[in-house]
C-alpha cells in the first residue's frame, strides 16, 4: 500500500510541475542563474534592440572618458551599483566618480581608447557585458604617454525602461 502511496504522489508532482517550482522563479536571483544555464548550452537569442540599448550605455560611458568629463555620468549606473577596478572594490559610482575617477582624470591630457570590442548577452532584465580596448592616456604634468590594454565587465539592469550599469569591474595591464 505504501509503495501504491508514493507511486501516485510522485507521478503528481511529476505532473504538476508549479508545486516543485524554485522560490527563486521570476526573482533576479533566477534571471542569473538561468543566464549561466543558458550560456553553456549556447540557447541565449539576441535580443538587437536591447543589445543596441546597451551598447549605447557602454559608449556614453566611454566618450565622457575620453572627454575627460563624467559630469552626468551618474545617470548611467543604478544609486546602489558597485564598482571594483584591478581587484579592488570602490564602492557605488557616485563614490568612486568623486574620490577615485574625477580626481584621477584631472591627471590626464587625453585618454582614447582604440581596437574596441563589447560582447553583450541579454536574459531578461539583466544585460551582461564584456569590453575590450586599448588605450592610450598622456599625462598633463609631463605629457608622459601610457599604454595599456584593458578590459571591463559589467551588468547592467533595466530599470524604468532604461539599462543602467549596476555592477562594473575593469582592469588594466601594460
Same mark, same amino acid.
Given at each position: 500500500?505504501?509503495?501504491?502511496?508514493?507511486?501516485?504522489?510522485?507521478?503528481?508532482?511529476?505532473?504538476?510541475?508549479?508545486?516543485?517550482? #524554485? =522560490?527563486?522563479?521570476?526573482?533576479?536571483? /533566477?534571471?542569473? $542563474? !538561468?543566464?549561466?544555464?543558458?550560456?553553456?548550452?549556447?540557447?541565449? @537569442?539576441?535580443? #538587437? =534592440?536591447?543589445?543596441?540599448?546597451?551598447? /549605447?550605455?557602454? $559608449? !556614453?560611458?566611454?566618450?565622457?572618458?575620453?572627454?575627460?568629463?563624467? @559630469?552626468?555620468?551618474?545617470?548611467?549606473?543604478?544609486?546602489?551599483?558597485?564598482?571594483?577596478?584591478?581587484?579592488?572594490?570602490?564602492?557605488?559610482?557616485?563614490?568612486?566618480?568623486?574620490?577615485?575617477?574625477?580626481?584621477?582624470?584631472?591627471?590626464?591630457?587625453?585618454?582614447?581608447?582604440?581596437?574596441?570590442?563589447?560582447?553583450?548577452?541579454?536574459?531578461?532584465?539583466?544585460?551582461?557585458?564584456?569590453?575590450?580596448?586599448?588605450?592610450?592616456?598622456?599625462?598633463?604634468?609631463?605629457?608622459?604617454?601610457?599604454?595599456?590594454?584593458?578590459?571591463?565587465?559589467?551588468?547592467?539592469?533595466?530599470?524604468?525602461?532604461?539599462?543602467?550599469?549596476?555592477?562594473?569591474?575593469?582592469?588594466?595591464?601594460?
Amino acid at each position: 500500500m505504501k509503495k501504491i502511496l508514493f507511486f501516485i504522489v510522485f507521478a503528481l508532482i511529476v505532473s504538476f510541475p508549479s508545486i516543485s517550482q #524554485s =522560490k527563486e522563479e521570476g526573482t533576479d536571483r /533566477a534571471a542569473i $542563474k !538561468q543566464f549561466f544555464k543558458d550560456r553553456d548550452t549556447n540557447t541565449v @537569442s539576441p535580443k #538587437s =534592440k536591447y543589445i543596441n540599448a546597451v551598447k /549605447a550605455v557602454l $559608449k !556614453q560611458y566611454n566618450s565622457a572618458l575620453e572627454k575627460l568629463d563624467i @559630469s552626468g555620468t551618474e545617470n548611467l549606473f543604478t544609486y546602489d551599483s558597485e564598482i571594483y577596478e584591478s581587484g579592488t572594490s570602490e564602492g557605488t559610482y557616485i563614490h568612486y566618480m568623486q574620490e577615485h575617477l574625477r580626481p584621477e582624470l584631472k591627471g590626464f591630457k587625453s585618454l582614447k581608447f582604440n581596437d574596441y570590442k563589447v560582447d553583450v548577452t541579454i536574459v531578461g532584465n539583466y544585460a551582461f557585458a564584456t569590453e575590450t580596448y586599448n588605450y592610450v592616456k598622456v599625462a598633463t604634468k609631463d605629457n608622459t604617454e601610457v599604454k595599456q590594454k584593458g578590459v571591463t565587465t559589467s551588468v547592467l539592469k533595466k530599470v524604468k525602461g532604461e539599462w543602467k550599469i549596476t555592477v562594473s569591474h575593469n582592469s588594466s595591464r601594460n
